[in-house]
């Protein structure tokens, strides 16, 4: 689906090596968007789900990710629609709704769901990932 332009593709270029760029330097990063007064632009909502959806997916080609959190249940289904991930074993339930997963197309990945009408666990910050992998 192209949801952009030229300058929107540049844009979604540049997000993206600075994500990357963010990852090499400090191991971590979060991407996320700032509320957004456009109520008059039409499928702005799916147009923001399916941005996102593409920088993660430019980022996980080249940079080593060992572990995905996602906030919102739309976003979430179109992440893993473009990443073509299929299959999920649970590996740890943080609360009500916040749960960890193993993917089975991506051995060495975790990722971590939690619907947007949900609160993060502090627990989650805490948690280590390589005991699961093994």
């Known amino acids: ?24 330097r400090k191991n971590k990063v979060i991407i996320a968007t700032n509320h957004l007064d456009c109520h008059d632009v039409l499928g702005l909502p799916a147009r923001i789900r399916e941005s996102i959806a593409e920088v993660v997916e430019n980022v996980m080609s080249p940079a080593k990710v060992e572990e995905l959190i996602i906030e919102g249940g739309s976003t979430s289904f179109s992440i893993i629609q473009r990443l073509n991930y299929t299959r999920f074993y649970p590996t740890h339930e943080f609360g009500p709704g916040l749960i960890r997963v193993r993917i089975e ?11 947007g009408s949900y609160v993060w666990a502090e627990s989650i910050w805490d948690y280590p990932t390589d005991h699961q992998m093994k």
Do not use: H, V
């Not at 997000?15 to 760029?21: F, G, L, R, S, V």
């Not at 197309?105 to 619907?115: A, S, V």
């Open 1 to 24: 689906m192209i949801l952009f332009n030229r300058a929107g593709q540049k844009l979604i270029a540049g997000w993206t090596a600075e994500i990357i760029d963010s990852l090499e």
């Open 105 to 115: 197309e991506q051995k060495g990945i975790f990722l971590t769901l939690k619907p």
